[in-house]
């Protein structure tokens, strides 16, 4: 019987942290939004989700801490319930990084909108996939689906190595333009981040799912 | 017996973490010495130091895990296990960031070497400073002075952004210095995130010491 209460409270645990998620990638879905438009009242809707994703990650965690307080779980809960901590975590950085968006975005503002040699939309595109990608490995304990984030994130990284590049040659033929460019660089990093995030949380499933013996082939946790 | 065993587990762990702290550290000191210095050999240490740092972070996940599972630990213990395991993860994040400046500092290594209006090296006492009080802190259960951390960011915040307006400038009025310009401002972000991950451990200090009543007030755990 406890067993059983045990197990329905590992699944309300997990069924949070998609919540969790859901708000997390719809922070960064409106920070872009508000890139793509220049919408400043989305950038508002980014700034007032971030309470509400930090006050769920502290639910979450305190969750955690009273599975691990009701009985003595076993080997494979207890990888579960670490990787909870650890993804929520990572969901809560990825909201932050959409604040972090937002606001570049609201500094945007002030400059004419011009065309710049970076494609922010597709950057996040990937970037979010990536998140969605991981938690969906993580929901189906799916190792391979897991492993095939971290190839995504090789992409990523191409794509912000390059904006990185190409902003800066735009800066110095057209230094005018340095406002906007900054701004865009510092967005394509965020985004990188929230791919790291996302690396993350694909190397906890990985380890919740294969045990500790992959740790070691892997970055991180 | 049983709870002498655990209690001295519980010392080793946090024994281990301060090893942890002690690198992350040293790694952004290293990094920031070869930005002082230009010296690339001190790239290479920061480079080798990675692996060693990731490996010591599942070590510790590990550790908590075998507590976890040892016996039924009481609340404050829980407590203290999640905010190692916290901990743990921040720690190996300012590991990474002493990588990310070093990458930065081979970048510039193709470009001279010249005085750029940004104090790194002052950035980098702070975020320093932020993390060794932070774990101070957390040896010493002191919440006050986890509290004394959360104001240091908001200087190290100050810096970043301060640093972003005259390297902006810079930029404007000098183009040729764009690589040089536009590294030394994602050092200074790197040094804002250190800041972050030491606020993160300070609340987390704050979270174990107070309980959870405190976690209301204070951002993000």
Not at 53 to 81: G, H, S, T, V, Y
Not at 92 to 113: K, S
Not at 178 to 196: C, F, H, K, M, Y
Not at 200 to 215: H, L, Y
Request: hydrophobic content about 50%.
């Amino acid at each position: 019987m406890a067993r059983i209460k045990f197990q329905q409270s590992l699944d309300d645990l997990k069924e949070r942290l998609l919540v969790m998620a859901g708000m997390a990638e719809q922070a960064i879905q409106r920070a872009i939004e508000a890139y793509s438009t220049r919408d400043l009242s989305i950038c508002e809707l980014v700034f007032r989700s971030e309470p509400a994703i930090n006050k769920l990650e502290r639910e979450i965690d305190q969750m955690a801490l009273d599975l691990l307080a009701m009985e003595q779980p076993m080997a494979i809960d207890l990888r579960f319930i670490l990787s909870v901590i650890h993804i929520n975590a990572d969901l809560e950085r990825v909201g932050d990084q959409a604040v972090n968006i937002a606001v570049r975005v609201r500094e945007m503002g002030a400059f004419a909108n011009i065309d710049l040699p970076i494609d922010i939309p597709k950057m996040a595109l990937l970037a979010s996939a990536m998140v969605r990608k991981a938690l969906q490995a993580f929901i189906e304990a799916d190792a391979d689906l897991a492993q095939s984030v971290l190839k995504l994130d090789d992409q990523v990284d191409e794509l912000n190595d390059a904006a990185f590049y190409s902003l800066s040659s735009l800066i110095k033929e057209r230094p005018e333009l340095t406002p906007q460019s900054l701004n865009a660089l510092i967005i394509s990093r965020n985004l990188e981040r929230v791919g790291d995030h996302a690396t993350n949380i694909a190397e906890d499933v990985i380890f919740w799912v294969r045990g500790a013996d992959v740790r070691h082939n892997s970055k991180g946790l």
